[in-house]
């Protein structure tokens, strides 16, 4: 049963960093492909970052030059390091999973695309 297990969440100031965390278990972690979403109350989960095969981060515009995605395999851990937060990236952030279809992930960052969910830790931001 694949597990997802974010960690690292948390109140910063705004122009601080946080790193996020998700741990998974029940799977195997390459056969998998990873991504991070987030959302506010009332709102749509949003796509934030995912990352491709070769290791490298497909972005939201929104967040493009301050959050990067990151994986360590050995340690079946996708991160996502956030620098420069703005109060409008307060939100709950979860990772997510999906069996891989075919050879190659593509970093996407559709919400409908992804099966396994983790539980999400919060980020807030204050001006």
């Known amino acids: 049963q694949v597990q997802l297990v974010e960690s690292g969440g948390g109140a910063v100031q705004s122009g601080g960093s946080l790193r996020l965390s998700c741990a998974a278990s029940g799977y195997g972690y390459s056969s998998y492909c990873m991504a991070w979403f987030r959302q506010v109350p009332g709102k749509q989960r949003e796509g934030v970052a995912g990352i491709d095969s070769d290791g490298n981060g497909i972005y939201a515009d929104s967040v493009k030059g301050r959050f990067i995605i990151s994986e360590d395999r050995s340690k079946n851990t996708l991160y996502l390091q956030m620098v420069g937060l703005k109060p409008e990236d307060t939100a709950m952030y979860y990772c997510?999973?999906?069996?891989?279809?075919?050879?190659?992930?593509?970093?996407?960052?559709?919400?409908?695309?992804?099966?396994?969910w983790g539980q999400g830790t919060q980020v807030t931001v204050s001006s």
């Open positions: 997510a999973a999906e069996g891989l279809i075919g050879d190659f992930c593509t970093g996407s960052v559709m919400p409908d695309e992804y099966t396994y």
